[in-house]
């Protein structure tokens, strides 16, 4: 599986980006899916997962803010981010779930997303 992320940029505090991950690969709408992002000289986390089925989870820093989705058609996972701000900037990864190592273990190259004050 093959991950890549697009929709980073530079935006204004309040406002909004949507980030799309194409996924090649014929097992996509099999694979529980995520998004996570890492902020200089922070750890990597999580910010919102759905499940091959369409069930969500969201970080409780994002919760209500941002919004996960995926289109199996397309092979593509989005997350729509509102209400943006500058605890939000960081490089934002989607990643693949692989049931048979229990892991996220497929991940793209990441997209930047900065929000300025």
């Known amino acids: 599986v093959q991950l890549v992320e697009s929709g980073g940029g530079l935006v204004q505090a309040g406002g909004s980006l949507r980030l799309s991950c194409v996924a090649s690969?014929?097992?996509?709408?099999?694979?529980?899916m995520g998004w996570f992002r890492q902020a200089p000289r922070k750890e990597r986390g999580l910010v919102a997962t759905i499940s091959s089925g369409g069930i969500t989870y969201y970080a409780d820093s994002v919760k209500g803010r941002f919004t996960i989705s995926r289109d199996n058609a397309k092979n593509t996972l989005y997350l729509q981010m509102n209400s943006l701000n500058p605890e939000d900037t960081a490089m934002y990864y989607c990643a693949a779930y692989e049931d048979q190592v229990g892991e996220y273990h497929y991940w793209g190259q990441g997209t930047q997303v900065t929000v300025s004050s």
């Open positions: 690969g014929s097992s996509f709408n099999r694979n529980a």
